[in-house]
């Protein structure tokens, strides 16, 4: 049986996600252009993968989920993406440099993806808080 309160806390684990996600793809945009000389380490994307929150007591496959959380985060590329920049400074002998793999258009993408369902989410945390605050105030 779930709680009166299971909406805002699905919503609320939803919000969490959403807010690791945006600052998954802050970090991304912030460093896209973090050159580096080839063979030393480059930034590397960061993409967020949620799943399913399955409360711990639960048999695997018996229970409903009760919201999202985060799996992992999975990392882009070690090795970067090599540009020919012969004044760069950081550039190895044969002129060449390593930036992280990041497509800026992909990133802005999922920052409104992420920014629609965090604000999705707050809402119903809000309308949630508004109806149960309603019944509360039922007289009979």
């Known amino acids: 049986m779930s709680s009166i309160w299971s909406a805002i806390d699905t919503a609320g684990s939803g919000v969490t996600v959403d807010q690791s996600w945006i600052d998954s793809i802050s970090s991304n945009v912030a460093n896209m252009n973090d050159a580096a000389t080839p063979g030393t380490p480059v930034y590397q994307a960061q993409y967020l993968v949620a799943g399913e929150q399955v409360p711990a007591n639960s048999p695997a496959g018996s229970a409903l989920g ?39 258009g992909t990133q802005m993408a999922n920052l409104v993806q992420a920014q629609t369902s965090y604000q999705a989410n707050a809402k ?17």
């Open 66 to 104: 009760t919201g999202v959380q985060v799996e992992s985060i999975d990392l882009g590329p070690a090795q970067g993406q090599i540009v020919h920049e012969p004044n760069n400074p950081l550039a190895n002998a044969q002129g060449d440099v390593a930036y992280p793999v990041v497509d800026l």
């Open 124 to 140: 119903v945390m809000a309308d949630s808080k508004t109806a149960y605050e309603a019944i509360l105030n039922i007289r009979a």
